[in-house]
């Protein structure tokens, strides 16, 4: 297992506290070579979630729950995250 694979690994099982109906996580860190955070090795991810826990939070608040449960891989293992997080009715495929 890559260490990116396992790092993708950390941010689903970490997730899972939110109780996720969809979640899709993708690797960008291939998109950020020489950028300045990817330099020390750290990884870029986009995160789409759906929850049913975000219902009634603003956009601020869904990010800072799934921030919570990253806080400890963010600077060092994961530098930048891009998260889109959704209620189950806000999803729409």
């Given amino acids: ?6 790092r ?3 941010i689903e ?3 899972q506290l939110l109780e996720p109906s969809a979640l899709t996580i993708i690797d960008e860190s291939h998109l950020h070579l020489g950028h300045e955070g990817a ?4 990884s870029h991810f986009s995160v789409v979630i759906v929850s049913r826990q975000f219902v009634g939070l603003s956009a601020v608040q ?12 963010i600077p060092h293992e994961i530098h930048a ?4 997080a959704l209620t189950e009715d806000e999803n729409v495929t």
């Fill in 1 to 6: 297992m890559t260490l990116h694979n396992a």
């Fill in 8 to 10: 993708k690994q950390w």
């Fill in 13 to 15: 099982e970490k997730l």
């Fill in 39 to 42: 330099k020390g090795g750290a």
């Fill in 62 to 73: 869904r990010h800072q729950l799934v921030y919570a449960q990253l806080q400890t891989y």
């Fill in 81 to 84: 995250l891009k998260i889109k």
